[in-house]
């Protein structure tokens, strides 16, 4: 199968490409710039395509660009060259903070409470509104997603602070609640949803891994000699835990990484 992926050299985009099992499966064709999409959706015939481009930290202006502008501009690339089918990569945080004792589902109200899952939730709107019209999508909201090879995000930040400077800088009180996702977990559930044959959906892809961010500095900590130091909460997000039984229903997605390692 054709598959057109979109942030080929990003954290997952490397994972997707990299990954012996996907990439013998799938012929991942890389798109770089969305210029090229009307030629390449041309060229193998309607290939699948992949959206993984995009930015979940920085200025409003650069998540604006990366994500809304750049989806609008994919999208319109890849249904021009006729393709019909988009797999987009979103985030847990378009729930925001309602029923915080309870896992997020896919039927929920959307309230993001930062800009980053502001951004992500349009771009689902524009997929929804121009792929649904004359295919199909299917967008995965993720929670944190982590891996060893991971240069950026929580995990990874905590790490270079433990490692760099013996002192672990946490926002807020530190009890907000998270779910972790391991890549490789990720990978499966990718694998799952571009060989589904069902109609366009959303689905929660998470893990039974759900720890709030004072628990995660501790494991990463390991008894060694780290201060810690509280400031202020600049993401607002209290929560993001995700329901997955619709995917474990449906797509027979099932999480096997349940757990973070020392070696993450």
């Known amino acids: 199968m054709d598959v057109i992926i979109t942030g080929a050299t990003g954290f997952v985009g490397v994972e997707v490409i990299n990954d012996k099992y996907l990439s013998e499966k799938y012929n991942f064709i890389a798109c770089r710039d969305p210029a090229e999409l009307v030629e390449l959706t041309k060229e193998y015939s309607c290939p699948k395509l992949l959206h993984l481009a995009g930015r979940f930290s920085g200025s409003h202006n650069d998540l604006w ?10 999208i319109d690339g890849y249904l021009k060259g006729g393709g019909k089918t988009v797999v987009f990569l979103s985030t847990g945080a378009v729930y925001g903070n309602s029923n915080l004792n309870i896992k997020s589902k896919e039927t929920d109200q959307t309230e993001p409470p930062n800009y980053y899952g502001f951004t992500k939730l349009i771009c689902e709107m524009i997929i929804k509104e121009h792929v649904g019209r004359v295919g199909k999508y299917f967008i ?9 090879t991971q240069k950026k995000g929580v995990i990874y930040n905590f790490k270079q602070q433990i490692k760099d400077k013996r002192e672990l800088c946490i926002e807020g009180d530190g009890e907000q609640v998270r779910d972790f996702l391991h890549v490789k977990d990720l990978l499966a559930a990718i694998d799952l949803i571009l060989s589904y044959e069902g109609s366009s959906d959303i689905f929660n892809i998470s893990s039974n891994l759900t720890i709030t961010v004072n628990q995660l500095a501790k494991i990463l900590i390991d008894d060694k000699a780290v201060k810690i130091k509280l400031v202020p909460d600049n993401n607002g997000l ?5 329901d997955i039984s619709k995917a474990q229903k449906t797509i027979k997605y099932l999480p096997k990484i349940n757990h973070i390692e020392l070696g993450v």
Do not use: A, I
């Not at 995965?140 to 060893?148: E, F, H, K």
């Not at 209290?238 to 995700?242: H, S």
């Open 140 to 148: 995965l909201r993720l929670p944190n997603v982590y891996g060893p």
């Open 238 to 242: 209290k929560k993001l835990t995700l």
């Open 65 to 74: 660009e990366n994500n809304v502008d750049l989806t609008r501009k994919v």
